[in-house]
């Protein structure tokens, strides 16, 4: 098993920045793949970001290019995602997930693993 928490959640003004970072325990962290996923109310929740076991291999949604980063400290069990220009429409739950995977994956239902999530309001 492993247990996923979330923070660094908030509200911030649009072009604004916020860090979400995820701490996992349960499990050899370093043999997980790490992603972050994101739900707004009335939508279906989508990939924001993956990293391998080593940080050395990334995905970024199309949306999001240029402007988050996602990243790892294995020695601290944890993953970030440095959220820049941030936009109205972003505004949505974020959630943390792993899977047992050798290699990147980006459905929802790839992944073993989720946080409860931390709240990202964007106002205008």
């Known amino acids: 098993q492993v247990q996923l928490v979330e923070s660094g959640g908030g509200l911030v003004q649009a072009g604004g920045s916020l860090r979400l970072s995820c701490v996992a325990s349960?499990?050899?962290?370093?043999?997980?793949?790490m992603g972050w996923f994101r739900q707004a109310p009335g939508k279906e929740r989508e990939i924001v970001a993956a990293i391998s076991w080593s940080g050395g291999m990334t995905y970024d949604v199309g949306s999001v290019k240029g402007r988050f980063t996602i990243s790892r400290d294995n020695a601290k069990n944890t993953v970030y995602l440095q959220m820049n220009s941030l936009k109205p429409e972003e505004t949505a739950v974020y959630y943390c997930?792993?899977?047992?995977?050798?290699?990147?994956?980006?459905?929802?239902?790839?992944?073993?693993?989720w946080g409860r999530g931390t709240q990202v309001t964007v106002s205008s």
């Open positions: 349960g499990r050899t962290f370093s043999r997980l793949v």
């Open positions: 997930a792993a899977a047992a995977r050798a290699t990147i994956v980006t459905r929802s239902y790839e992944y073993d693993y």
